[in-house]
């Protein structure tokens, strides 16, 4: 099996990110007739975020393209067997697979268990990232200003950095999407 590509995409609340992806998704599954898996990892928790969960649904919809859908908002590796060698695979979006993995039991949050969440995910993502063609992943920079004085902003922020850190080393492309324009920040936009 030829090695996958794997594309790591980030950028402010609304930026456009998932957008691109989507776009950089079609565009791969075109090149190489693979399947298009859209792997959803949000819940439809508050007003909010169900109209952006459809919002992202009637997008895929509408869009032309068919789109196989995976709702995991946790555990992601636990679906890895159901991607083939050709698929191209779009997570949307890390932030929110990591919050829900934080918040899906009643685990203290110490240095112990914040190391199984990060494990689990990583492993989670490499898991699928090795089983199929391409592997994108959107996630959200909510790392630009410091959470001074609330100390689960400041776990949850080192953990998604840390989490960050590793993704974008191991990445054959980052993107940074500002206002709607990707801009390259490692390897090249084909």
């Known amino acids: 099996m030829a090695e996958s590509t794997f594309i790591f995409i980030t950028g402010g609340v609304r930026s ?24 959803a990892t949000g819940v439809a928790s508050d007003p909010e975020m169900q109209e952006r969960i459809g919002k992202h649904q009637r997008d895929r919809l509408t869009g032309g393209y068919q ?23 779009l997570l949307d979006c890390l932030t929110t697979l990591l919050n829900n993995e934080l918040f899906s039991s009643e685990q203290k949050w110490d240095e112990r268990f914040l190391t199984t969440v990060k494990d689990t995910i990583l492993t989670g993502i490499t898991s699928i990232k090795e089983r199929v063609g391409t592997m994108l992943i959107v996630s959200n920079e909510v790392l630009n200003e410091s959470p001074f ?9 080192r953990l998604l950095g840390q989490v960050h850190q590793y993704l974008v080393k191991e990445a054959d492309q980052v993107f940074l999407v500002e206002a709607g324009i990707p801009i390259v920040i490692k390897g090249a936009i084909s």
Do not use: H, P
């Not at 004085?149 to 922020?157: K, L, S």
């Open 149 to 157: 004085g609330n100390e689960m902003v400041f776990t949850y922020g």
């Open 67 to 89: 789109w196989k859908t995976y709702e995991q908002s946790v555990q992601i590796g636990k679906i890895a067997n159901d991607f083939k060698a050709e698929d191209v695979v």
């Open 16 to 39: 456009g990110k998932s957008s691109f992806a989507e776009k950089q998704a079609i565009k791969l599954a075109s090149k190489t007739g693979g399947r298009l898996c859209y792997l």
